[in-house]
């Protein structure tokens, strides 16, 4: 399995499968803005799914422009590029980012995800590559993203299978953000400086 960390072997790989690092962190910003929307009136789930909602919204808003397409086969949300012939999948994790742990998903994964994970394993004829044969087996990445408090972590990946309801091993692991590297404690606060407003008092007589 090769894991990619350093900038120098990052950004041309990215750049093979029509992304950018920058494009992506955008993607992982809105999700990781999303979360922090929930408040204690929320249900507990409500930081992840707003999370996941913003994060596949964000996804498309960014790539569909470029020619990606919004892919919904067995009911998993993605987006879907032809050509490159790779699907990308948002996915909340418990643990991301991590050059020595694989990632893990928070949601339980279904036949669904099973059987498209599978499914790009495969490559057919390039003759018979039809769109609908393309989407069906383009391999599956996905943009796991961690989020707890101000450590925000996040990697995009290929699975190899799933067993157990869960990813079991990868092809390959490209890290975006290991632990300690987001900006800031919130990175999606104004960092300009607090405008002060002159406020005249004055006595009614």
Known sequence: MAVLAEEIEVAPRLEQL???KNELLQVVRAAVGARRNATPFHPLSAGGLLAYLAGTEHLRRVYVPQG?????RDNIESIFHKEIGIKIVYQNAERAGDPISDPIAVSKKGAGAARA??????????????LEVAEITAATWYLFVYA?????????????????????????RILLVQRGEWDSPDPLADEAPPVEFEVNVSRKI
Not at 153 to 164: F, G, K, T, W
């Open 148 to 172: 707890v408090g101000p450590d925000v972590r996040a990697e995009l990946s290929c699975p190899v299978a799933i067993n157990d309801e869960q990813f079991d091993q990868f092809h390959e």
């Open 68 to 72: 990606w397409e919004i892919c919904r």
């Open 18 to 20: 029509g992304v950018t």
């Open 117 to 130: 994970v599978e499914l790009g394993q495969y490559d057919l004829f390039p003759e018979v590559r039809e």
